[in-house]
T-cell receptor, first 114, second 116 residues
């Protein structure tokens, strides 16, 4: 069975500093990896995905993520955080061995402070 | 550009009452999903429909039923609501393929359900 772990319930960072939100996964087959963001009282919005190719993926709002096959990780990063980045972030995985379902992590609350 | 539309947005039920959550997508997606979101537990799959005419159980199907009415619509029914079903419910759709989901999901804005 496929699974996703987000080890941090909350990440705090000062505005202007780099941020990292961690994600590790377990799948059979090749992974397809996604990051979603959820603002208060809203649905989840797609940020970026890794399917194949370059390990560094760039997405919306200046976010990027690095796929590391040996460490089975897909950490979300941004060089300079903004207060408006404060939200709940979800990592998700599907795979060639897992059918067409996405499995989500438990989410990481990002808080960016002035 | 509606995407995925869920109704209602909010609902309060008494224990034992029934209700149906509605979901419709206008992107011609084959697959549709119902999730519940609870604090500290992320999103858990209740039911999904890989294609029109098929439905399957997810992680937490007990107490729920679904109907894939047509390609656009996928409803979730609570036959006898319980306080444990207090949650935020999200519908999603995707253009899924057999060899894994390459495209991710498009989510609705959610239904906040309280069972008292």
């Amino acid at each position: 069975a496929q699974s996703v772990a987000q080890p941090e319930d909350q990440v705090n960072v000062a505005e202007g500093n780099p941020l990292t939100v961690k994600c590790t996964y377990s799948v059979s087959g090749n992974p397809y990896l996604f990051w979603y963001v959820q603002y208060p009282n809203r649905g989840l919005q797609f940020l970026l995905k890794y399917i194949t190719g370059d390990n560094l993926v760039k997405g919306s709002y200046g976010f990027e993520a690095e796929f590391n096959k040996s460490q089975t990780s897909f950490h979300l990063k941004k060089p300079s955080a903004l207060v408006s980045d404060s939200a709940l972030y979800f990592c998700a995985v599907s795979s060639t061995g897992g059918g067409n379902k996405l499995t989500f992590g438990t989410g990481t609350q990002l808080k960016v402070e002035l | 550009n509606a995407g995925v539309t869920q109704t209602p947005k909010f609902q309060v039920l008494k224990t034992g009452q029934s209700m149906t959550l509605q979901c419709a997508q206008d992107m011609n997606h084959n697959s549709m999903y119902w999730y519940r979101q609870d604090p500290g537990m992320g999103l858990r799959l209740i039911y999904y429909s890989a294609s029109e005419g098929t439905t399957d159980k997810g992680e937490v199907p007990n107490g729920y039923n679904v109907s894939r009415l047509n390609k656009r619509e996928f409803s979730l029914r609570l036959e006898s609501a319980a306080p444990s079903q207090t949650s935020v419910y999200f519908c999603a759709s995707s253009e899924a393929r057999e060899q894994g989901n390459l495209y991710g999901y498009t989510f609705g804005s959610g239904t906040r359900l309280t069972v008292v």
